[in-house]
């Protein structure tokens, strides 16, 4: 009966140490997904930006004042494509 006892809780105890193992392992995420999530919500960033600046421009309907409001947004996509439209 004692030895019944000691397996159970030796079976108990590997489970649970596997379980421990496994939310460690699904916790910690490796460099490259933590790259790729940086790279997505950069990108969606910048296509956030982008859908911004165009809205912008249609918004002034051609007023170079309310043009000029908008170059900082376009300004903002350049930096971060590295290109200029100067």
Do not use: H, N
């Given at each position: 009966?004692q030895?019944?006892?000691m397996a159970?809780?030796r079976?108990?105890a590997?489970w ?10 699904a916790a ?6 933590k ?10 960033e910048?296509?956030?930006?982008l859908?911004d600046?165009?809205r ?13 409001a908008c170059?900082?947004l376009l ?8 290109t200029?439209?100067?």
């Amino acid at each position: 009966m004692q030895r019944a006892k000691m397996a159970d809780a030796r079976v108990l105890a590997t489970w649970l140490a596997t379980a421990l193992l496994m939310a460690l392992i699904a916790a910690c995420s490796s460099p490259e997904r933590k790259a790729a999530k940086a790279e997505a919500e950069y990108t969606e960033e910048k296509t956030e930006t982008l859908r911004d600046y165009k809205r912008c421009v249609e918004r002034a309907k051609g007023d170079e004042t309310k043009l000029k409001a908008c170059e900082p947004l376009l300004k903002a996509v350049e930096a971060t494509s590295g290109t200029s439209s100067d």
